[in-house]
């Protein structure tokens, strides 16, 4: 089916291991998004993309990193993970512009760090 | 002062009801609003956008007052299936790309029988 979906759903790991969050969508759309979403912060914005080969940071990049090789595929990398980047991980993809807008995003990834 | 504020709730409200969200926004030059709904545990989703007329779809009513840099949303004749989180999302004009959304904390809606 076509979509955007995300893998693994969930992920137990330990403080300073490498972990990556996989994010696909089979619309072609030239826009991805990783978002985080903890209590009390709703969601922000770690990364963009506009294309391939082309990445952006968002409000709370440190700790992270992505690429962009192909236009369906953005992983997010976290490359020591520490325990305050537990979280719930949202990948998302755009249609539209402006107004007419609509964000599309993956089931997420809940991510433990211990 | 956060971008987007919304009042968490939770709001309960018996089937029937209308219920009303507010949200308010800090940055004058956002130009784009929506409304995204979230189940419990799931991802967001576009409930509506919200333009400067104001607009209805069915039983849902979005209102955006930029002279006072809010936006509302107005939900007639509950259903047990609106019970979710409403997050209130604007964006700038320009940001340099990517649009990029501005989240609010969300709204909890618990309709009741």
């Known amino acids: 089916d076509a979509g955007i979906t995300q893998s693994p759903r969930y992920k137990i790991t330990e403080t300073g291991r490498q972990v990556t969050l996989m994010c696909h969508q089979t619309w072609s759309h030239s826009y991805m998004f990783w978002y985080r979403q903890d209590l009390g912060h709703g969601l922000r914005l770690i990364y963009y993309?506009?294309?391939?080969?082309i990445t952006d940071k968002g409000e709370v990049p440190d700790g992270y990193v992505v690429s962009r090789s192909k236009t369906e595929n953005f992983p997010l990398t976290l490359e020591s993970a520490t325990r305050s980047q537990t979280s719930v991980y949202f990948c998302a993809s755009k249609q539209g512009w402006g107004q007419g807008e609509t964000q599309y995003f993956g089931p997420g990834t809940r991510l433990l760090v211990l | 002062r956060k971008e987007v504020e919304q009042d968490p709730g939770p709001f309960n409200v018996p089937e029937g009801a209308t219920v009303a969200f507010n949200c308010t926004y800090s940055?004058?030059?956002?130009?784009?609003f929506f409304w995204y709904r979230q189940d419990c545990r799931k991802e967001p989703k576009l409930l509506m956008s919200?333009?400067?007329s104001g607009n209805e779809d069915g039983r849902f009513t979005a209102q955006l007052n930029r002279a006072s840099q809010y936006i509302s949303l107005l939900i007639r004749d509950s259903k047990l299936s609106d019970s979710a989180t409403y997050l209130c999302?604007?964006?700038?004009?320009?940001?340099?790309?990517?649009?990029?959304?501005?989240f609010g904390t969300g709204t909890q809606l618990k309709v009741e029988l």
């Open positions: 993309s506009a294309a391939a080969d």
């Open positions: 940055n004058s030059a956002s130009q784009s």
């Open positions: 919200v333009y400067s």
């Open positions: 999302v604007v964006t700038p004009w320009n940001t340099g790309g990517g649009n990029k959304l501005t």
